[in-house]
Every structure is written in C-alpha cells, then in structure tokens.
Nanobody
C-alpha cells in the first residue's frame, strides 16, 4: 500500500506561480510513475502531467509550456511547478502513483493504483 499526501494548494492570482508537492510512502519510490491530475467542478478528472521512473515526462498540451514536473527520489516526493497560472487552472489537484517498468508515462486515471486526497488550487482573475 502506498500513501500519497499532496500539499501546496492555495489561492493565487492569474499570472502567478505555485508549487505543489506530493509525498509518498512507497518503499521503492524510484520504481513508480507519478502523475498529476486535476478536477474542476462539474468536469471530469483530467491528466495534467506525469513523470516516469526513468525521469521521462509527459504533459497536457495546455500546460506544457507553463508547468513542470520533477521528482526527488531521496525525499520520495514529486513536484508540480505551476507558472503563469490561469483561471482555467482552478481545480482540485491529485497526485497518483503506479509501480511500473514501462517507459511510457501513463496518461489515464485507470492506469494508476494509488491516489492522494487532493489539494485545492484557485486562480483569481
């Protein structure tokens, strides 16, 4: 069982920056792919980005030039750096994890086995 705990959600003005963190309890954290998803009110949960065990990353097209995902295996933590945020980025952000050996970052929620409780990000215009 892997426990994920997100933090860093906040109210931020459009154009600002925010960094989300997700701390994991996995014993072999370095073998996990980590993903960030978000869900806005009335909308389905969507893939924001992910980072694989080998450091490979993948992003939602609309955030690719603004967001960056990184991981620190010694701290068992994955980060989502959000720059130039927009009101459309307002959502609950979730961290997810899956143990895998594939070299492709999973992009769908069903591919992940473990989820955090979410952290609220609100962007004011």
């Amino acid at each position: 069982q892997v426990r994920l705990v997100e933090s860093g959600g906040d109210l931020v003005q459009a154009g600002g920056s925010l960094r989300l963190s997700c701390a994991a309890s996995a014993r072999t954290f370095s073998n996990y792919a980590l993903g960030w998803f978000r869900q806005a009110p009335g909308k389905e949960r969507e893939f924001v980005g992910g980072i694989n065990w080998d450091g490979g990353t993948d992003y939602l097209t609309s955030v690719k030039d603004r967001f960056a995902i990184s991981r620190d295996n010694t701290k068992k933590t994955v980060y989502l750096q959000m720059n130039r945020v927009e009101p459309e980025d307002t959502a609950v952000y979730y961290c997810a994890a899956v143990y895998q050996t594939r070299t492709v970052v999973p992009r769908t929620a069903s591919e992940y086995d473990y989820w955090g409780q979410g952290t609220q990000v609100t962007v004011s215009s």
